[in-house]
Every structure is written in structure tokens, then in C-alpha cells.
């Protein structure tokens, strides 16, 4: 074992001031993970007053200023803000002459590449994106979880191992996406973390519904052994009533569902016929059992011709279309997390340097 005394960071040489804009979730984390990696964050911009105190706490000493004033002063500037204020915030960086040829500008958006900074490299500007696969919190323990924590690097071939050295000094692992793949990646990861959340956030309104003290102690293991076979076997994995075809299951399920929660039957039926497709497509759907199961998703009132209801008794096909559920309408955005205070890991007070 090494006992030799390691340096503490504040004893090391800066090797480059870094800058903030938008003290949003991300921001102060990535800069206070640069920090411990010899790096000296020097300015810092926020609005708001969450803004002001993430940056207190994550990047004490660090002045507030305004985005401008962040690029005049640091040699690498984080541009943390909501994707929808991305282009904008650079466009206006760029036309106000706030951007310094050799300045490395990185943002952390997932949906953007590094195109979306072409007026700041036509500036002179080094331009990398470097969007870590992680939830924040906006608390210290951020810092903590960016150690093995993916990222989405994309940039200039020249940039490429700056972009990569950035990710592991950080303690992330660098993973090249191709400029026109960004949306696709960035669609997959809202698919499974940001839609995770809504699905855990239902299930445990259920089960308090149904009288259930704990559900977060009730399916925390559950959800746990599921993640992990999951991610170890992928489709087959797939357990439950609609991997089994148990039709008559599933129709008590939607009854219950349209009685207690009406607003979560159009994400059942939609996760449960995507489970159909996958389980069949897979072998573990025999297609004997598909029919009766898939005409009552197809259907989504919970009674079907032919099919045993939730008593065990035959059910008429409900003609009622008023009383249909039509899967493919719905609100959610393709990303799901953006609201004004950043839980996409940016403040969406921030962004407007115009």
C-alpha cells in the first residue's frame, strides 16, 4: 500500500482559471470537481436566488458576476444553462465580443454537439461538449457521484483528447457520440432515467393508495434486483403479467387503474403493449396468450370479448370510444427534466447574455 502523502489540492499549481455561466445543478459541481483536480474557478454567473446559494456552497469565495464578465476572466468556461437557452446565450456571446480566441468553452447539454458553438469558434474559441450521464442535486454529494460517471464528449478530432483529459480529471469516463447522434443518445437517457422517475413516482402513489405504509421500503428492492437484471440480461429480464399473457391480470389492472388513477392508464397501456411487442419479439410471449392480451391494450377499458375480467366473469367488448385511451397523445417532452430552477442540472433563469 502507497503511504506516501498524497498533495492536497489547493497545494497544486492552478493550470487553468475556470468560469461558470448559469450556476445551475451542473455548473458548480463540475467546477468544484476541476478544483480538486488542480483547476481554479474564478467567476461564476446566477440569477437566482437558488443559483446563489449553489454556487455558496459548492464554490465558496467564488465571486457572482455577469456572463460577460465570467469569459474576461476564465481560460475555461462551463456554459451550463437549459438546452433551449443554449444557442441563443452563445450567439449573443459571440456578437458582444465577450469571447477570447484559445478560450476552451464547454457545455453540458446532451442534446447539442459541438455545431451548436460555431459562433464562438468562428471567435476563436475551442469548443467542446461534455454532458455527464449523472442526476444532480445541486448538494455536495454531486461531486462525489461524478467519479466513474459517464460522459457524452463530442468535439473537433484536433480537441478530442483535451475533451477526454477534461472527463477524466474529473473522474468521469469519456465516451465518444458522434455529432449527428447527440439527439438519439440524449433521447435514450431520457427514456430510461428521466421516465424512471415518473414510472417509480406512480407505482408508490398506487401502493399508498392501496394501503401501503412504506412503498419506497417496499420497492426499493424490487426496483433494485429489476435494474440489475436488467442492465445484466436486458429483455430477458421481462417478468409480470404481460410477459406471461395473462390477459385476465392485466384488464383488472387497467379497471383498477381507470377507478383510482385515471391519469396513469395512458402510461400503462403504452409501457405494457411495448412490453408485448419486446416479449413476443424476444420468444417470451407465447402468441397463443398475445391475442387475448393485446386486444385488451388495444381496447384500454379493461373488458374485452372473450376475455375473463377482474371477477373472473366474460366480458362484452365495450364499444364506447369516448372511453379509450389514445396512446400515442400526451405532453412530455423528449427530455422531461427541464424546469426553472434546473433540474436538468441547469437554472433556466440563466442564458440571455444579449
Not at 26 to 43: E, K
Request: hydrophobic share 40%; glycine share 12%; proline share 7%.
Amino acid at each position: 500500500m502507497n503511504t506516501t502523502p498524497q498533495p492536497d489540492p489547493k497545494d497544486r499549481p492552478a493550470r487553468l482559471t475556470v468560469g461558470v455561466v448559469g450556476a445551475g445543478r451542473v455548473g458548480p459541481a463540475l467546477a468544484a470537481s476541476l478544483q480538486l483536480a488542480g483547476h481554479r474557478p474564478v467567476a461564476v454567473s446566477g440569477v437566482s436566488d437558488a443559483s446563489r446559494r449553489r454556487a455558496a456552497e459548492l464554490l465558496p469565495d467564488v465571486p457572482l458576476v455577469s456572463p460577460a464578465e465570467v469569459l474576461q476572466r476564465a481560460e475555461l468556461v462551463l456554459l451550463t444553462v437549459p438546452d433551449d437557452a443554449l444557442p441563443g446565450l452563445v450567439t449573443g456571446l459571440a456578437e458582444t465580443g465577450s469571447v477570447r480566441p484559445g478560450q476552451l468553452l464547454v457545455h453540458t447539454s446532451g442534446r447539442y454537439g459541438a455545431r451548436v458553438l460555431d459562433p464562438a469558434l468562428r471567435a476563436g474559441a475551442l469548443p467542446l461538449a461534455l454532458h455527464p450521464v449523472m442526476t444532480f442535486t445541486g448538494t455536495p454529494v454531486d461531486v462525489q457521484r461524478l467519479a466513474g460517471c459517464s460522459f457524452g464528449v463530442t468535439a473537433p478530432e484536433e480537441l478530442r483528447l483535451a475533451a477526454e483529459a477534461l472527463v477524466i480529471e474529473m473522474g468521469g469516463e469519456p465516451e465518444w457520440i458522434a455529432e449527428d447522434k447527440r439527439p438519439l443518445y440524449h433521447a435514450a437517457l431520457a427514456l430510461g432515467a428521466n421516465h424512471l422517475v415518473t414510472l417509480v413516482a406512480q407505482s408508490m402513489e398506487l401502493l399508498r393508495t392501496a394501503g401501503v405504509e412504506a412503498p419506497d421500503r417496499m420497492l426499493g428492492p424490487l426496483l433494485g434486483a429489476s435494474l440489475d437484471n436488467a442492465l445484466r440480461s436486458g429483455d430477458a429480464a421481462l417478468t409480470g403479467p404481460v410477459a406471461r399473457g395473462d390477459a385476465g391480470t392485466v384488464a383488472a389492472h387497467i379497471v383498477e387503474l381507470r377507478a383510482h388513477a385515471p391519469q396513469a392508464v395512458a402510461g400503462y397501456l403504452a409501457m405494457a403493449r411495448a412490453t408485448a411487442d419486446r416479449a413476443l419479439d424476444h420468444g417470451l410471449l407465447k402468441a397463443e396468450l398475445a391475442e387475448d392480451l393485446l386486444v385488451v391494450l388495444a381496447d384500454g377499458t379493461g373488458g374485452t370479448s372473450g376475455t375473463a375480467g377482474p371477477e373472473g366473469t366474460t366480458r362484452a367488448t365495450d364499444t364506447d370510444s369516448t372511453d379509450r385511451t389514445d396512446s400515442t397523445t400526451g405532453t412530455d417532452d423528449p427530455d422531461g427534466t427541464d424546469d426553472p430552477d434546473g433540474t436538468d442540472g441547469t437554472d433556466g433563469t440563466e442564458g440571455d447574455a444579449r
